[in-house]
């Protein structure tokens, strides 16, 4: 898979490792940001964002979703499930579930294993 599919994508699965990956490397670019902002002033210190860190939020908004689907397509759940984690408490259990659980074995209605 390529890094546009990754990142613009909803179609297929991704392993957890990937998932991971994707979310590792958006904290370490949000910290860069962060400090980013506060070596040029840029942050507002009422609010806590900066220009840097809100243009980063904005652009990671589409592939933060298309990593997220991919992962709940590989657990066998469509995209829609994701909504679920609109209801506190619920959220943290489809973090868990995005995030440790395996998906499902051999292919399903979403793609191959990607393992």
């Known amino acids: 898979m390529s890094l546009s599919q990754l990142l613009f994508s909803t179609n297929g699965r ?14 370490g670019v949000s910290i860069v940001a962060f ?4 070596a ?30 991919k992962r709940c397509h590989d657990r066998g759940h469509s995209g829609w499930f994701l909504l679920w984690g609109l209801i506190p408490f619920v959220s943290i259990w489809i973090a868990i579930g995005l995030g440790f659980l395996r998906g499902t074995f051999g292919e399903n209605q979403y793609g191959p294993d990607p393992i």
Do not use: E, H, K
């Open 14 to 27: 991704i392993p957890r490792s990937t998932y991971w990956f994707y979310s590792f490397g958006y904290l």
């Open 35 to 38: 400090f980013l902002d506060m």
């Open 40 to 69: 040029l002033g840029t942050m507002d210190q009422r609010s806590g964002m900066g220009v840097f860190s809100v243009i980063l939020s904005f652009l990671a908004i589409i592939p933060g979703f298309a990593v997220s689907i």
